[in-house]
């Protein structure tokens, strides 16, 4: 089975309470789960980063579907790619919400994060990828 990888990045339409985040990710990954899709989700100030990894066609469909949703705007696919192995293999959707805080114990981060917007990640995929997996351990809820 081919694993394909895809980030996309994307602004808030409305505000975004803890209690929408959780409720979102609950969601999330009941779907995720069915559809053998695994993942993180950062979201910064309105701002999110998602990576969604796994079959090709599950991935695929659930982007266009995600890409209807409402609740964001300017979605800007940064990439897709095939992958040999999944990077968030434990989670049907790990995720974190970034503050000046968390931003501060990441060396190199500081910057790349203080005001996000998604064409900044147009031209910088590899560190977008990278910032994702320095995530992956730090779950948020």
Same mark, same amino acid.
């Given at each position: 089975?081919?694993?394909?990888?895809?980030?996309? =990045?994307?602004?808030?339409? #409305? /505000? $975004?309470?803890?209690?929408?985040?959780?409720?979102?990710?609950?969601?999330?990954?009941? +779907? +995720?789960?069915? !559809?053998?899709?695994?993942?993180?989700?950062?979201? *910064?100030?309105?701002?999110?980063?998602?990576? !969604? /990894?796994?079959?090709?066609?599950? =991935?695929?469909?659930?982007?266009? &579907? #995600?890409?209807?949703?409402?609740?964001?705007?300017? !979605? #800007?696919?940064?990439?897709?790619?095939?992958?040999?192995?999944?990077?968030?293999?434990?989670?049907?959707?790990?995720?974190? &919400?970034?503050?000046? &805080?968390?931003? /501060?114990? #990441?060396?190199? @981060?500081?910057?790349?994060?203080?005001?996000?917007?998604?064409? @900044?990640? $147009?031209? *910088?995929?590899?560190?977008?990828?990278?910032?994702?997996?320095?995530?992956?351990?730090?779950?948020?809820?």
């Amino acid at each position: 089975m081919a694993l394909e990888c895809l980030v996309y =990045v994307s602004l808030a339409t #409305i /505000e $975004m309470s803890d209690d929408h985040l959780r409720e979102m990710l609950r969601k999330a990954r009941e +779907n +995720n789960t069915k !559809l053998d899709i695994t993942g993180m989700l950062l979201f *910064r100030d309105g701002f999110f980063m998602q990576a !969604l /990894e796994g079959p090709k066609d599950k =991935v695929d469909a659930l982007y266009e &579907k #995600i890409a209807k949703d409402s609740r964001h705007k300017d !979605l #800007i696919l940064v990439y897709n790619k095939a992958i040999a192995n999944r990077s968030f293999a434990d989670w049907t959707m790990g995720f974190n &919400k970034i503050d000046d &805080k968390t931003l /501060e114990c #990441i060396d190199g @981060f500081c910057d790349f994060m203080q005001k996000p917007t998604p064409d @900044f990640f $147009m031209t *910088r995929a590899s560190e977008a990828e990278a910032l994702l997996n320095e995530f992956k351990h730090q779950i948020f809820f």
